[in-house]
């Protein structure tokens, strides 16, 4: 961390988010060490492997743990080189595919699992920590079923600490405009239950949890090992992908709260050099971290001036002060990682408007939200970006289509089912499509303008020809369908088909983007079917690109 807020705050363009470790990451990052582990013949010991070792490899003899380290520095390094390649490469428009809802029910879906992942502390509890898909129900599963063997003083402290910390939350929250500062509530509360614990000897008398010995100062720099690349090339593709997309997910939301854009290329590029730099000092995949974020919008950080001064604090800490927090109950950590994360819980609260706006974002902020908790938070993220696409899939083809009507004696046309003081003009219907044309909605547009226009060429070929019902286009497929809508509503063809008193149809294309050619063969045939029953078909409002396409065509 002491690395990356430093090159983060020089090359980064969000002035909220905060960089550090991510639960998500270090769970991946840890499967990949496992499996690494297990290839070059390491087991549960700490000695050496089998004839699968590195030193039976030609490299440096090296314990399990050293070799695990290397390995995770090693994807570390590949990850920031993803990263930054894809940045430079100008990728980062795939960021227009995280959008606002997916973004609000990942980050409460990961504030949920957070939270799940810090029920622990709170109770004092010795659980196993699980990884994968359904990792949260089987923690909560575990808890209860442990429940019995909670800690008194880890549940007492982390009650108080509560008691303290979010009423005063609530108030630096409320009256921020009037404060110069937020009250540092949980840098006072840390001080204090340091103190306690110390001085009432908590972990002897109590068997309360806590941080123990914190190494000091820093570590040679080593090289990441390059005969591994080959290996981790693929673990490390969703990881670089996982990482950018939780540090522009931040970005964005953070940015707009306060009002100023960010750049998705520069972020890639920025997260990528918090990578592949600190790889050389012992410093695994990072991404913006959601907790500390957090923690760091609700202090009233507004640049990342703050991420220099975090970075000056880490130093003083890992030279000298760390071991001054021996004593530090971990509960109260929790506590403080719980607190913090009350904004992505709040989430919950928007999701009753938000669905009376539209209900295919709420389907997608729930999908996002669920998936990110009950499966695993990278499949939840994959889950809502498809998810999110099949609803703009949705979108096109069923997109909005209305008639027009004139208002009063101005030469403007609105849609009629928004305003009721608007005239149909005479013998001309006016229908609007407010999408592209293209080869997946081309059957909804048929039956959205034979809907609401009332003029269905093909009853009224029947009408002409009651006879076979196939003037419009002699297919025996389309005279049956006319005839069986005539017969469902028994009547016969000419009944169920007035004689129409329209003369013109105009279709208002100004929504239309494009047209393939699909869309053009769609358009020529309603152009020549309502030929055929006395009704002129017009094009207005065409964009450049719709006219060269009709002339193409």
Aim: hydrophobic share 45%; glycine share 8%.
């Amino acid at each position: 961390n002491f690395f990356c807020n430093i090159i983060y705050a020089a090359t980064a363009t969000s002035r909220h988010a905060s960089v550090g470790s991510f639960g998500v990451l270090c769970l991946m990052v840890g499967r990949s060490v496992a499996r690494h582990l297990q290839l070059a013949g390491y087991g549960d010991g700490t000695g050496l492997g089998d004839s699968a070792s590195p030193a039976a490899n030609g490299t440096e003899a090296c314990d399990r743990s050293c070799y695990a380290i290397t390995v995770a520095l090693s994807l570390t390094f590949l990850v920031g080189l993803y990263q930054i390649l894809l940045g430079v490469l100008q990728m980062g428009f795939v960021a227009v595919y995280l959008s606002e809802p997916l973004l609000g029910g990942f980050v409460t879906g990961s504030s949920l699992t957070i939270i799940t992942s810090q029920m622990k502390y709170l109770l004092g509890l010795k659980i196993p920590r699980h990884e994968g898909v359904g990792s949260f129900i089987l923690t909560w599963v575990d808890l209860f079923r442990s429940i019995h063997h909670t800690n008194i003083c880890d549940l007492l402290t982390s009650l108080v600490a509560l008691a303290v910390i979010v009423p005063v939350k609530e108030l630096n929250e409320r009256y921020k405009e009037r404060m110069k500062a937020p009250f540092p509530i949980e840098l006072l509360v840390v001080i204090a239950a340091t103190l306690t614990s110390h001085y009432f000897d908590f972990e002897r008398r109590y068997k309360a949890s806590v941080c123990g010995d914190i190494p000091t100062g820093f570590r040679k720099p080593t090289v990441p090992d390059t005969s591994l690349f080959p290996s981790l090339a693929l673990d490390a593709v969703p990881i670089a992908l996982i990482g950018f997309a939780m540090t522009v997910s931040l970005a964005e939301i953070f940015g707009k709260k306060h009002g100023y854009a960010v750049s998705a290329n520069q972020e890639m590029i920025a997260i990528g050099l918090c990578n592949l730099i600190p790889s050389f000092f012992y410093c695994f995949a990072s991404s913006a971290a959601l907790t500390k974020t957090l923690l760091k919008e609700s202090t009233g950080s507004q640049t990342q001036v703050s991420g220099l001064v975090t970075s000056l604090v880490l130093l003083l800490v890992l030279l000298w002060i760390s071991p001054l927090f021996y004593s530090l109950q971990t509960s109260v950590l929790g506590v403080v990682t719980i607190v913090n994360l009350r904004g992505g819980l709040r989430k919950f609260r928007d999701t009753p408007r938000m669905w009376q706006l539209s209900k295919l974002d709420t389907a997608v902020w729930w999908t996002t939200m669920l998936c990110s908790t009950l499966v695993t938070t990278e499949i939840g993220l994959l889950v809502g970006v498809c998810f999110a696409l099949l609803c703009l899939i949705f979108r096109t083809q069923r997109p909005r289509a209305t008639l027009l009507g004139k208002v009063s004696d101005r030469e403007i046309y609105e849609d009629q089912a928004a305003y009721k003081q608007l005239s149909s003009v005479a013998n001309i219907k006016i229908f609007r499509f407010e999408c592209s044309l293209h080869y997946a909605n081309k059957d909804y547009f048929r039956a959205a303008l034979h809907q609401k226009t009332g003029l269905d060429p093909v009853l009224l070929g029947a009408q002409a020809d009651p006879d076979t019902g196939s003037s419009s286009r002699g297919s025996w497929g389309t005279a049956f369908g006319c005839l069986e809508r005539a017969r469902r509503a028994e009547k016969p063809p000419a009944a169920s088909c007035p004689p129409p008193d329209v003369h013109t149809l105009i279709l208002d294309c100004g929504a239309m983007q494009f047209i393939d050619t699909v869309g053009l063969s769609v358009l020529k045939e309603t152009h020549h079917d309502y030929q055929r029953v006395g009704v002129q078909v017009l094009l207005a409002n065409c964009n450049p690109s719709v006219r060269q396409r009709l002339r193409q065509g």
